[in-house]
């Protein structure tokens, strides 16, 4: 106890422990920084890391919503390029169609040089009767008239006109039970009589009437018009033949014949102007 109380010594101790301090403070280690600065930049550092770290996840946040940015205008684009693709194709397809319809129209008038033809629209078909009538844009001050056939660009028989307007006319199918149409079949040459059936006509189809038991006539010879009868000319298609079935009475028999003509689709048809019995008519 006397020992701590004698002021010299004390003051030594607290000499001792000043110097002592000073040199921790100031003192630098091997690699030439201090104590307190080397627990000074361990703080920090650890703090720059955490802080680095934080900035590198807002960055790649950042950068995630950038390429989703990016990704939805790309994706924009592709979307309208598309479109765009789809659109050019439909008005191919639509100019393909028209210069095959051209093409037709061109070869039928060549074919039928003798022919007066007037193309028409088909504006209205009347589904009640399954397409054995329809409306054309086509009429008196076209020079349309009763019973004048009609026929599609490839040659095709349609029907006839049966009623007709100033700027309209109405076309009676061949599939229509009161339609009734001489013909021929092309490989054999025999002769009978194409007439619209009310069953039938529901599948575009008609009877081959009126040949014997000897016709020779077998499924899918080709049946065309024969001229017969005044009101078509002769050797416009009407179809094939696709069943031969007799007679109730067994001396006869008939075949089942699939029109040419697609009923459900059709456009556009001509209009023969100058058949060999077209008789005028007109209603208001």
């Not at 490839?154 to 049966?162: A, T």
Request: charged share 20%; aromatic share 6%.
């Amino acid at each position: 106890m006397r020992f701590f109380k004698n002021k010299y010594v004390i003051a030594l101790i607290v000499a001792t422990l000043v110097i002592f301090i000073t040199m921790s403070i100031f003192g630098r280690n091997e690699d030439g920084t201090s104590v307190v600065g080397n627990i000074t930049g361990v703080v920090v550092g650890g703090v720059q890391r955490v802080l680095t770290g934080a900035g590198n996840s807002i960055g790649s946040i950042g950068t995630y919503f950038s390429d989703v940015n990016r990704l939805t205008r790309e994706n924009e684009e592709f979307r309208i390029s598309e479109q765009q693709l789809r659109n050019d194709l439909r008005e191919l397809a639509a100019l393909r169609d028209e210069n095959e319809r051209l093409r037709r129209m061109l070869n039928l008038d060549e074919n039928n040089p003798y022919l007066d033809l007037e193309a028409a629209k088909v504006i209205a078909q009347n589904p009640g009767n399954w397409y054995n009538t329809f409306t054309i844009n086509k009429g008196t001050r076209h020079g349309i008239a009763v019973r004048q056939p009609v026929i599609t660009a490839g040659n095709e028989l349609v029907g006839y006109i049966s009623a007709v307007g100033t700027n309209w006319a109405r076309v009676t199918a061949i599939v229509d039970p009161t339609s009734a149409v001489g013909a021929m079949v092309v490989r054999s040459r025999d002769m009978g009589v194409v007439e619209g059936d009310v069953i039938l006509g529901r599948s575009g189809q008609a009877r081959l009437s009126h040949i014997s038991r000897d016709t020779n006539i077998i499924v899918g010879d080709y049946v065309e018009t024969s001229g017969m009868g005044g009101m078509y000319p002769r050797g416009i298609l009407i179809g094939q033949v696709l069943e031969i079935r007799p007679e109730m009475q067994g001396l006869s028999q008939y075949a089942i014949i699939q029109t040419a003509v697609d009923f459900g689709r059709l456009t556009e048809v001509f209009v023969i102007k100058n058949p060999p019995d077209a008789v005028s008519g007109v209603e208001d």
